[in-house]
């Protein structure tokens, strides 16, 4: 049997995918998993590195605003058709989970009849998936959505990356000893708060520069910051309390270690801070389609969390608010929450059950 999977771009739509395609193979060993991306996307690094196979199709961008990437576009979107029906030739099943790659593979594989089945990371979907819906009764979501098709769909949680499901099962029995060993880990004192910073695997200049200009009011509070700039900016000068990355490889040890995050709203971010019981300051992307306001959601109603717009957050901000975040950290009394323990063997069920649709 052929298992395509369609997630690409960002972390927000491959570690689903990744999380799923793992369930599927210990279930169904002899199954082929092909991975569609693009070759720009992140999905480039991830899925090699999980085990799986990755076929490339063209990038389909839909422009929001009128561009001349607006008429460019369906020639694009052709092209990618083509190659997506290429790669799903003698597929049993594709999966989607938004992004770039989806919008053509559900084309692709609705024209060759092969049954479809979509998971919807955002509170508030993107225009992919609300594509494919149109095409397939065997729906999924993460979260609650509001309207539309996927309002009916199953709501199955957020699969879990597979270190921090990990990270969630065994912490379990003693929370405390989990953090304190978490802490040590990073080499962070188990006696300090401890800040984790992260604004995508791209980073943010804007953002980075006042986390650099606030260094004097975090070293005040006595917060000990591990901070993620993104791949693709420079690296900063360590200093006491300040431990600047590229990217942070050991996510499940950097959420049990800390106390507060400061991170965009994407539907990954949002599930695992929720998952661990962290407390989360959200600065959603002021770009895109406001899906990630709505996915802090799933935090801020539990009150583990708030929101702020970039344009707000600035030295001054942080200075007068600091204090009072570190104290809604105490408060909230993190643990674990197992809500999206089992999201990828509910997916996978619904997988199976497509195929049973398809064979009758």
Known sequence: MKIVLAGGGTAGHIEPALAVARTWRANHAGDQIEFLGTKSGLENQ???????????????????????????????LTQAFLEARAVLKGADLLIGFGGYVSAPAYLAARSSRIPIVIHEA??????????GALFTNHLAVAQPVKSGKLSRALITGLPLRSDVSKA?????????????????ALGMSASEPVIAIFFGSQGSVALNKVIADSLPIFEKNGAQLLHAVGKSNQLPKAAPNYKPVSYIEDMASTYLAADLIIARSGAVTCSEVNALGKYALFIPLPIGNGEQRVNARLVTEQFRGEIIDQSEFTPQWIEKHLDRLLKNCEMASPSGNASDLYASEKIVALMEEALKVKAK
């Not at 955002?122 to 594509?131: T, Y």
Request: charged share 15%; aromatic share 6%; proline share 7%.
């Open 168 to 184: 969630l099962q065994s912490s379990g029995s003693d929370w405390a000893a989990a953090r304190s060993k978490a802490k040590a």
């Open 46 to 76: 991830l899925v090699p590195e999980a085990g799986f196979n990755l076929s490339h199709i063209s990038k389909v961008v839909i422009p929001r605003k009128i561009s001349l990437s607006l008429f460019v576009a369906p020639t694009t």
């Open 122 to 131: 955002n509170a508030k979907p993107g225009l992919a998936n609300r594509l």
